[in-house]
Nanobody, 124 residues
Framework: QAQLVESGGGLVQAGGSLRLSCAAS????????VGWFRQAPGKGREFVAA????????RYADSVKGRFTISRDNAKSTGYLQMNSLKPEDTAVYYC?????????????????WGQGTQVTVSS
């Protein structure tokens, strides 16, 4: 059964950095786009970033553009989200996801597999 496991979350001060990882047990991980979404308390799931299956196309939410970088290592079946210049409003549970269509959609409905999430808390 396919599984995605996030790691790297934690507590950081505003202006700090964290790197999230998403380890996938998908046999054909290289064929999947990877997306990162987040959900803050009392809010819906929000798109953060996505990367296509080849890694040649990336998308970002306007709120994180220029601060976050999404990447992937197909040899390791792992996706990453480098988060710099973190702000208190970035506080949320972060989820990674995989989309077999491969394009890297902004819509969570397009994603087939999800991790359990990792908490990111940014203090002011």
């Amino acid at each position: 059964q396919a599984q995605l496991v996030e790691s790297g979350g934690g507590l950081v001060q505003a202006g700090g950095s964290l790197r999230l990882s998403c380890a996938a047990s998908l046999r054909t991980f290289a064929n999947y786009a990877v997306g990162w979404f987040r959900q803050a308390p009392g809010k819906g799931r929000e798109f953060v970033a996505a990367i296509s299956w080849r890694g040649d196309n990336t998308r970002y939410a306007d709120s994180v553009k220029g601060r976050f970088t999404i990447s992937r290592d197909n040899a390791k079946s792992t996706g990453y989200l480098q988060m710099n210049s973190l702000k208190p409003e970035d506080t949320a549970v972060y989820y990674c996801s995989a989309d077999r269509l491969g394009g890297g959609s902004r819509s969570y409905n397009e994603y087939n597999y999800w991790g359990q999430g990792t908490q990111v808390t940014v203090s002011s």
